[in-house]
């Protein structure tokens, strides 16, 4: 909380009653004549045809996947296809007036929004433009496929391209807007400000916060729009997204030109429905969904409700919504009803609704009461209408017959490149900015007060006799995590970072001190308690293209991001057919001494998901390198701090941390200390038991131990560690994981596999019990310890002469704990 603003208790202990103001419901009331004044006829004949175009899409894929064909041609499409026929006015009304600058972001039912957003940009392009995209896009592929034979102009051309990309991506062709890999509920198309839509409901709702964040700080035109169900309103990366969006800050406490509200419109299409569950009645209990708006902040986010079957209301109501972020007001929330004909899914049976209620919405169909009101106010007749059925129909079978042929639009090779889909989940780019110009900061680096506290500082823990500098004198691992950062601020003028506690108080364990004095408040800010929101946004930040450091202060605290760390952080580049990167590095510090709840080393369960890079420094010299390597990258890295080590100095790099910058390449293991007898392979603060088991082994039993320090997780080079077993013949792994399933297993096994020649004794795992994380004054009976290590390596590695255990590391305790899941 900043100084800045005094809390004044007779201010804020006074009695009042809140007045929570109107919101409009349904309130548009203009008659077609009076439209015509407004809009050309050309413009009003063009809406119709975008609601004609998706309605014959969707139909499409309708009759394919429930009669398995559409015109007399056979086709199957197992995959998913959620269609939205009755919602076409909502997502042309809402995609009208935006252009390229624009983006939209959905989720699984997003067919007509991608094909509206497509269609509007279209409109608005020059045909020079549009062509440079259709050839700059996969390097002209798609529009090699859709201009053969083409007859006509520019914009048709563009058309094609957009229903066939859209088709083609939908079929898991390798000729579609994400070469297939993202699908029916995820396609997307940048170019045309077409975002990732979302499989996982309401997950784009802290991610377009992000891309609204993106475009604020960095200055860019253009609005974003959250399309996101009435039902996934349930959804909590829907409420942190709305929670981060409405922070006082953006307009008490940003600066300047900074200073005011996100630029996102939360747009609910609002078809009544989940799956089969009723919004309005049974599963939520907002009765009209605008209300959600007055939970947010004072203005209510501007919230309406408009009518979505009428592309004109939603028009008209984007033209004064679009007016309110203009002006820095936003954000606003447009609750726009709406009802889908067809099921949440073709299988479905409507077993959940009515038959006459259908009926009586179709009966007020979109499309044809808007070409009623054409034809009665004069500005179509039938023929006019028919011609655009015409051409919406043959638009479609073209793109339709395209897409199924599989010469034209092949499916991803696997067979001839088998690694076509690894070499896409990572992008291992090396970026020293994510775009060019003069990042904003206070003061030059030098100047700062932690950059001159540091100064002043032993890089190396050991004076020249090997005595230890004083705690208060030695560079500290947290410093070398502040450095990293604080080049990286000075360098690249995206970056911006935040999470709970990161600006006043400068991080819970002070790694950002002295980072407030130096960055105005739009690049470090405090963020609402909302993990999923931390990571989310983040992620749509990234993805726009800016660089970005969420912070998770406790490891235990992923839970609450684990949609976005599980679904969404990995999995956007190489779905998007590495179209986009995601420069995201997501800081996260590993606790102790605070129990069950805040101790949890959970760097196993993100090693897991294929995706994401994880690193786990142990001294500063690696904290420093492995930060400025994960800074200088396009991947998304997890990057494990333990709070043991915040305040340790360097006690292993001799030369001491260096001042300039380097890097240390994620992924490749460090010999902490040489040895011969036996490996000890560390995890995380793990490294400094080790090295004492390692002065036991030596001083007791003769033993010399090689200490292999693992420093990343994700990727793992195991050469150094197979080398060191040609050496030792043995080894041991240990880490704070708790033991059961853990990526030292992994390691492990693989060792097992790869090393199997040169082991003695197979590889030893020792991590944490699989229990709670007990009290502090219990840990030491829950964390790996020295005792453990050595007990552990004379039951099962190499017996030591004259040892007594005092831990039971026997196989029959091993198979005890074993059967009783402890
Ligand atoms: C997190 C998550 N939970 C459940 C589902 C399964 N599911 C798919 S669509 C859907 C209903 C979503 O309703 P709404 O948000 O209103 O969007 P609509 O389908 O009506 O467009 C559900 C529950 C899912 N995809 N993701
Ligand atoms: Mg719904």
């Known amino acids: 909380m900043p100084k800045t603003q005094f809390i004044n208790p007779s201010d804020v202990r006074r009695a009042q009653t809140l007045e929570l103001g109107s919101i409009p419901v349904n309130q548009y009331d203009r008659s077609m004549k009076e439209e015509l004044s407004r809009f050309s006829r050309e413009d009003l004949l063009r809406i119709y045809r975008d609601m004609l175009i998706i309605r014959e899409f969707e139909t499409m894929l309708n009759l394919i996947k429930t009669t398995g064909e559409y015109k007399g041609i056979s086709y199957s499409h197992p995959g998913p296809a959620h269609l939205s026929i009755g919602q076409e006015a909502s997502a042309v009304g809402m995609a009208y007036k935006l252009d390229i600058n624009d983006y939209i972001f959905g989720s699984h039912r997003s067919h007509g929004e991608i094909l509206a957003k497509g269609l509007s940009a279209i409109q608005k392009l020059g045909d020079d433009e549009l062509l440079a995209i259709m050839k700059n896009f996969f390097e002209g592929r798609i529009l090699s496929i859709v201009e053969k034979g083409h007859q006509g102009d520019v914009k048709s051309l563009a058309l094609k391209f957009l229903t066939y990309g859209t088709l083609a991506e939908i079929f898991a062709r390798e000729t579609g807007f994400n070469k297939g890999l993202g699908g029916s509920m995820h396609a997307f198309f940048t170019p045309f400000g077409i975002y990732p839509n979302n499989a996982i409901v309401g997950g784009s709702g802290d991610i377009a916060v992000g891309a609204a964040l993106y475009k604020k700080v960095n200055r860019k035109p253009g609005i974003v729009v959250a399309n996101i169900g009435d039902a996934s309103l349930g959804c909590g990366p829907v409420w942190e997204g709305m929670t981060f969006a409405a922070m006082d800050q953006f307009r008490e406490l940003w600066e300047g030109e900074m200073q005011g509200g996100l630029p996102i419109i939360f747009n609910i299409m609002n078809n009544q429905y989940g799956m089969g569950g009723q919004t309005c009645g049974e599963t939520m209990g907002y009765t009209i969904a605008a209300r959600v708006g007055a939970a947010l902040n004072r203005e209510n986010m501007h919230a309406e409700r408009v009518d979505g079957y009428n592309p004109l209301a939603v028009i008209d109501a984007y033209e004064r919504k679009m007016k309110i972020i203009q002006e820095k007001r936003g ?6 009803l709406t009802y889908r004909f067809s099921g949440h899914s073709p299988s479905d049976s409507s077993s959940y609704r009515s038959k006459e209620e259908i009926e009586a919405w179709e009966s007020v169909d979109s499309i044809i009461s808007f070409g009623q009101e054409l034809m009665s106010s004069g500005a179509a007749d039938q023929a006019a209408l028919d011609s655009i059925r015409e051409e919406c129909d043959s638009l479609v079978l073209g793109a339709f017959k395209l897409s199924i042929d599989d010469q034209v639009s092949p499916r991803m090779d696997l067979v001839k490149h088998p690694g076509l889909i690894g070499d896409m989940m990572f992008s291992n780019e090396s970026v020293d900015r994510m775009e060019e110009g003069s990042p904003e900061v206070n003061h030059p680096l030098e100047e700062n007060p932690r950059v001159k506290q540091i100064a002043r500082k032993e890089r190396f823990a050991f004076d020249a006799r090997g005595k230890a500098h004083s705690a208060m004198k030695q560079y500290q691992f947290r410093d070398g995590i502040f450095e990293a950062i604080a080049d990286r601020f000075y360098k690249d003028p995206t970056l911006v970072a935040y999470g709970e ?15 407030t004095e130096a960055l105005p408040y739009h690049r470090l800010f405090n963020s609402p308690i909302s993990e999923g929101a931390i990571v989310g946004t983040a992620i749509g930040y990234g993805m726009c293209g800016g660089r970005v450091i969420p912070e998770i202060m406790y490891c235990d605290f992923l839970g609450r991001s684990g949609d ?45 998901i294929p995706g994401l890079k994880v690193v786990f420094p142990a001294t500063p010299y690696d904290a420093k390198g492995l930060m400025n390597a994960a800074l200088q990258g396009t991947d998304p890295v997890v990057f ?11 006690e292993f790099h001799q030369e001491g941390v260096p001042e300039g910058y ?8 460090d010999i902490k200390r040489s040895g011969k007898d036996l490996t000890i392979l560390t995890i995380g603060a793990t490294l400094y038991r080790a090295r004492e088991a390692a002065d036991l082994l030596q001083e007791k039993h003769g033993l010399s131990a090689e200490i292999i320090d693992a420093r990343s997780l994700v990727p793992f080079n195991y050469e150094l560690v197979l080398e060191s077993l040609k050496k030792t013949g043995r080894i041991l792994l240990v880490s704070d994981a708790s033991e059961r399933g ?66 039971n590391f026997t196989s029959g305790e091993q198979l005890r704990r074993s059967r009783l899941g402890v």
């Open 564 to 608: 976005e760390v599980f679904n969404q952080l990995p999995k956007w580049q190489s779905m998007s057919g590495n179209l986009i990167k995601m420069p995201v590095v997501l800081r996260v510090s590993v606790g102790s001494k605070y129990g069950a709840q805040h101790s949890q080393d959970w760097s196993s369960l993100v090693a897991h």
């Open 742 to 807: 853990s990526y030292l297993k992994d390691l492990a096994h693989n060792i097992t596999e790869l090393g199997f020649d040169d082991l003695d004794a197979p590889p030893v795992v020792v991590g944490s019990r699989n229990w709670i994380t007990p009290a502090y004054e219990l840990e030491d009976y829950f964390f790996p310890q020295v005792s453990w290590i050595i007990d552990a390596i004379h039951e099962k590695i190499l017996p030591l002469k004259n040892h007594t255990t005092t831990n």
């Open 640 to 650: 494990f701090e333990s709070q043991r080590l915040y305040g340790i100095g360097e």
């Open 331 to 336: 954000p606003v929330f447009l609750d726009v």
């Open 662 to 669: 380097y890097e240390i390449p994620i992924g490749e293991p």
């Open 501 to 515: 506690e990161n600006r006043d108080w400068g991080g819970a364990f002070a790694a950002y001190r002295g980072l």
